[in-house]
C-alpha cells in the first residue's frame, strides 16, 4: 500500500511570507496523481492543487505551487504571500491509476496564519 | 457548483445503537466515498462506491456498512456503535472518468459523532 507521509504536524507563517509544506510518498508506481487539499476551521474540504506524476512541470495555482521532485517522491507545497484565510488543515493525497478513484491522504500539516 | 450535503453536523448516539449517515450529492457524480478524520491520522477510507448497488471496501471497513441504492445517496451504516467510533466522518464524491476535471473530489462539510 501507498504511503504518504507530511513530517509536519504544524507550521507558522506571517501575512504576506512565504511557506513551504512537505510531503512525501512511497510507491512503486509509475502512473499517478497527488493533490494538496485544504480544510478551514469550517471543515469543507477544498481542492488546492493537483499534479501528474508523468508531467515534468510543476502544477501552479494563483499563489500556490509544487515542487514535484519524482525521483526523491517528495511533492511539496508552497503558498507565496500568505494570507489569514490560508490558515487551515493542509493535507497531501496520492491515487494511482491501479487505485481506482480512491485517495491515499497522509495525517495532514496545520498551518497558522499570524498578522 | 457541485454540492455534497450530510445529514447532520452533530450527532450524539449511545452504546450499541444502530447509526446512520447520509450523504446526498447533486452532481451526478458516479463515485461516493466515506473517509473517517481523526486528530494526527489525517483521512482514513470506510468504503466507496462506484455506482448504485456497488460498494468496495476501504482501509477501515471493519464495525461500517454501507448503501447505495440511489446513484445520489451514500449512507453508512454503523451496526452497533462503539465508543472507538467518535469521530469525524467526511462524505465525498466525485465523477467518473480521468483528466484534471474528474480526478478532484468534492467533500461535504462532515458529521461530528460522538457514541457515549
Known amino acids: 500500500a501507498q504511503t504518504v507521509t507530511q513530517s509536519q504536524p504544524e507550521m507558522s507563517v506571517q501575512e504576506a511570507e512565504t511557506v513551504t509544506l512537505s510531503c512525501t510518498y512511497d510507491t512503486s508506481e509509475s502512473d499517478y496523481y497527488l493533490f494538496w487539499y485544504k480544510q478551514p476551521p469550517s471543515r469543507q474540504m477544498i481542492l488546492v492543487i493537483r499534479?501528474?506524476?508523468?508531467?515534468?512541470q510543476n502544477a501552479t495555482e494563483n499563489r500556490f505551487s509544487v515542487n514535484f521532485q519524482k525521483a526523491a517522491k517528495s511533492f511539496s507545497l508552497k503558498i507565496s504571500d500568505s494570507q489569514l484565510g490560508d490558515a487551515a488543515m493542509y493535507f497531501c493525497a496520492y491515487r494511482s491509476e491501479d487505485s481506482g478513484y480512491a485517495l491515499n491522504f497522509g495525517k495532514g500539516t496545520s498551518l497558522l496564519v499570524t498578522p | 457548483d457541485v454540492k455534497v450535503t450530510q445529514s447532520s453536523r452533530y450527532l450524539v448516539k449511545r452504546t450499541g445503537e444502530k447509526v446512520f449517515l447520509e450523504c446526498v450529492q447533486d452532481m451526478d457524480h458516479e463515485n461516493m466515498f466515506w473517509y473517517r478524520q481523526d486528530p494526527g491520522l489525517g483521512l482514513r477510507l470506510i468504503y466507496f462506491?462506484?455506482?448504485?448497488?456497488m460498494k468496495e471496501k476501504g482501509d477501515i471497513p471493519e464495525g461500517y456498512s454501507v448503501s447505495r441504492e440511489k446513484k445520489e445517496r451514500f449512507s453508512l451504516i454503523l451496526e452497533s456503535a462503539s465508543t472507538n467510533q467518535t469521530s469525524m466522518y467526511l462524505c465525498?464524491?466525485?465523477?467518473w472518468g480521468a483528466g484534471p476535471s474528474t480526478d478532484t473530489q468534492y467533500f461535504g462539510p462532515g458529521t461530528r459523532l460522538t457514541v457515549l
Open positions: 499534479q501528474e506524476a508523468y508531467k515534468q
Open positions: 465525498a464524491s466525485s465523477p
Open positions: 462506491s462506484y455506482d448504485v448497488k
